[in-house]
């Protein structure tokens, strides 16, 4: 697939070889009834000096080095119209709003499709790995595609899909609920950079488990900013759904009566292992500890016990230990 940050910087030389300069931006125009933005010119910078040369000229794209396809002399110009994409400048970067007008996610690559020897935008990227890419790293980005088993399609928008704005945002056009599922990460992120306000609207799209993993990825007064707003029945349920450390650091830093109303609207489990952990002073090692812990039984073959910890991952916190017990218990 060829993606524009393998143009980004490219060097650029005639037909004999001679240095052209560098690729500083990508012009791109958009056609009548034609959904996607084809890729109309090539611009140009050496030593403060700016060329625009037509996408038409270049003889191979996605080289180390870019040629085009006759001496300097001979080149045609591109002439600017006024009208153009700039793709670097405009597009690279924004976020993507949906349509009622909360942040969702940021460009961080275009895929191109060819068609008729023409070059069009086809898809955003909003993947770490179109990070990766922008970095020069795109033969990584691809190993670790392979590597996790990671689809890029869940993360490519159809540029049908989007519009772009006057300011530093694209607008959605269907609704946030059928953009592809976002890492927590990347919802915390979003969140952070956002109003109270549109961060609740933001967070009332998540349903209680991908609300409760976008909290553990935000620290604790800021989760508490967060739940600030919603009913304490919703919050409860969010608590049962977060680890029992997370959980008791987000407990702690509400208000004393509202985090006493909400242990006792949790279920008993939960709420017993997070009461045991507030129970500690914070910076003490209890303070500190989970009860999501990976535990096996005395006895079993390994292959039993592997088969147990596979079952029990999503569970605990960490593979890095796995303890025998004599008498097994369920943590969390």
């Given at each position: 697939?060829?993606?524009?940050?393998?143009?980004?910087?490219?060097?650029?030389?005639?037909?004999?070889?001679?240095?052209?300069?560098?690729?500083?931006?990508?012009?791109?125009?958009?056609?009548?009834?034609?959904?996607?933005?084809?890729?109309?010119?090539?611009?140009?910078?050496?030593?403060?000096?700016?060329?625009?040369?037509?996408?038409?000229?270049?003889?191979?794209?996605?080289?180390?080095?870019?040629?085009?396809?006759?001496?300097?002399?001979?080149?045609?110009?591109?002439?600017?119209?006024?009208?153009?994409?700039?793709?670097?400048?405009?597009?690279?970067?924004?976020?993507?709003?949906?349509?009622?007008?909360?942040?969702?996610?940021?460009?961080?690559?275009?895929?191109?499709?060819?068609?008729?020897n023409e070059y069009y935008i086809a898809n955003v990227d909003?993947?770490?790995?179109g990070i990766v890419r922008r970095m020069g790293l795109g033969?990584?980005?691809?190993?670790?595609?392979?590597?996790?088993?990671?689809?890029?399609?869940?993360?490519?928008?159809?540029?049908?899909?989007?519009?772009?704005?006057?300011?530093?945002?694209?607008?959605?056009?269907?609704?946030?609920?059928?953009?592809?599922?976002?890492?927590?990460?990347?919802?915390?992120?979003?969140?952070?950079?956002?109003?109270?306000?549109?961060?609740?609207?933001?967070?009332?799209?998540?349903?209680?488990?991908?609300?409760?993993?976008?909290?553990?990825?935000?620290?604790?007064?800021?989760?508490?900013?967060?739940?600030?707003?919603?009913?304490?029945?919703?919050?409860?349920?969010?608590?049962?759904?977060?680890?029992?450390?997370?959980?008791?650091?987000?407990?702690?830093e509400l208000p004393e009566e509202r985090s006493k109303d909400?242990?006792?609207?949790?279920?008993?489990?939960?709420?017993?292992?997070?009461?045991?952990?507030?129970?500690?002073?914070?910076?003490?090692?209890?303070?500190?500890?989970?009860?999501?812990?990976?535990?096996?039984?005395?006895?079993?073959?390994?292959?039993?016990?592997?088969?147990?910890?596979?079952?029990?991952?999503?569970?605990?916190?960490?593979?890095?230990?796995?303890?025998?017990?004599?008498?097994?218990?369920?943590?969390?």
């Amino acid at each position: 697939m060829p993606f524009i940050s393998q143009i980004i910087g490219r060097t650029v030389v005639d037909s004999e070889g001679d240095k052209l300069g560098r690729v500083e931006e990508v012009l791109a125009i958009q056609k009548p009834r034609v959904q996607h933005p084809v890729l109309a010119a090539l611009v140009v910078s050496r030593k403060k000096e700016i060329s625009y040369y037509p996408f038409s000229e270049i003889a191979v794209l996605f080289a180390q080095v870019i040629p085009l396809s006759h001496k300097k002399e001979e080149l045609p110009h591109y002439q600017v119209k006024g009208d153009e994409i700039q793709v670097i400048q405009d597009v690279l970067d924004k976020q993507i709003i949906d349509t009622n007008g909360i942040r969702v996610v940021r460009v961080n690559d275009l895929e191109l499709t060819r068609v008729n020897n023409e070059y069009y935008i086809a898809n955003v990227d909003i993947s770490s790995l179109g990070i990766v890419r922008r970095m020069g790293l795109g033969k990584l980005a691809d190993r670790l595609a392979a590597r996790f088993d990671h689809n890029p399609r869940k993360s490519f928008i159809s540029w049908e899909s989007v519009e772009l704005l006057h300011d530093q945002f694209m607008r959605l056009k269907v609704p946030v609920d059928k953009l592809s599922e976002l890492h927590p990460a990347d919802i915390a992120e979003i969140l952070s950079d956002m109003s109270h306000i549109d961060s609740g609207k933001l967070l009332e799209t998540l349903d209680i488990e991908h609300l409760a993993d976008a909290l553990e990825e935000v620290e604790p007064d800021f989760q508490a900013n967060l739940v600030q707003g919603m009913s304490d029945e919703k919050v409860a349920d969010v608590l049962e759904e977060m680890s029992p450390d997370e959980a008791a650091d987000l407990l702690a830093e509400l208000p004393e009566e509202r985090s006493k109303d909400l242990l006792d609207l949790m279920e008993g489990d939960e709420a017993e292992d997070v009461r045991m952990l507030l129970s500690y002073p914070e910076e003490s090692a209890g303070g500190m500890m989970t009860t999501d812990i990976a535990t096996i039984r005395p006895g079993l073959t390994a292959e039993k016990a592997i088969e147990v910890l596979r079952n029990s991952a999503d569970e605990a916190e960490s593979m890095f230990y796995v303890y025998v017990v004599s008498t097994h218990q369920e943590w969390g």
